[in-house]
């Protein structure tokens, strides 16, 4: 399979808490994206990194990328009940569709 | 909301039956994509479009056609839906193969008895 790794696989935390969740992947990348589903709908684009950058952030989000390493993490900071979601990765490597890991499943409990 | 609709939302169906999902969208977005998700697989890609009549098969293609005959449409076909195909197909639509994100349906849940 071609599909990254996403690390831990469920995660639960108390509300108020940061939540950090990694991805491996194993071949070269032009950009690494996550991605959030709540449960029942659809997947919903949170931020790209590309592969000369590093760290990027959006609101709550910090997403950084090691790309010697082959891994990138997602931290949500100061996690709300409302961010209890599924959080995947996906990697873009040119010419071919966007592929995605397994998933991380995040509770967060109030 | 990118303006995609998949229908039907729900559809349980016999072994052996056609079935056909379809995606809909009102964006002008060129590329379209089919996806299945299964527990412990994530999104596998199932086949995607590029154009009007242009296609191209992802990782779990077999026992699944698709069709694109006008740039809003892009339907998903099961010639003979066997038990293995129940899962949740979702459609997305994207401005490249991989450059951008993707903006995805609200799934399509078969469940093939």
């Known amino acids: 399979s071609q599909q990254g790794e996403e690390d831990p696989q469920a995660l639960s935390i108390q509300e108020g808490e940061n939540a950090t969740m990694n991805c491996s992947y194993k071949t070269s990348i032009n950009n690494l994206q996550w991605y959030r589903q709540n449960s029942g709908r659809g997947l919903v684009h949170l931020i790209l990194?590309?592969?000369?950058?590093r760290e990027k952030h959006s609101g709550r989000l910090r997403v950084t990328l090691d790309t010697s390493k082959k891994s990138s993490s997602l931290l949500i900071t100061a996690s709300r009940a409302a961010d209890t979601a599924s959080y995947f990765c996906?990697?873009?490597?040119?010419?071919?569709?966007?592929?995605f890991g397994k998933g991380t499943r995040l509770s967060v409990i109030a | 909301d990118a303006g995609i609709t998949q229908s039907p939302r729900h559809k349980v169906t016999e072994t052996g039956t056609p079935v056909t999902l379809r995606c809909h969208q009102t964006?002008?977005?060129?590329?379209m994509y089919w996806y299945r998700q299964d527990p412990g697989h994530g999104l596998r890609l199932i086949h995607y479009?590029?154009?009007?009549?242009?296609?191209d098969k992802g990782e779990v293609s077999d026992g699944y056609s698709v069709s694109r005959s006008k740039t809003e449409d892009f339907l998903l076909t099961l010639e003979s839906a066997t038990s293995s195909q129940t899962s949740v197909y979702f459609c997305a639509l994207g401005s490249g193969r991989d450059v951008g994100e993707l903006f995805f349906g609200e799934g399509s849940r078969l469940t093939v008895l």
């Open positions: 479009s590029y154009g009007v009549k242009d296609t």
């Open positions: 964006e002008n977005h060129r590329y």
């Open positions: 996906a990697r873009g490597s040119g010419n071919t569709p966007l592929v």
């Open positions: 990194i590309r592969s000369n950058e």
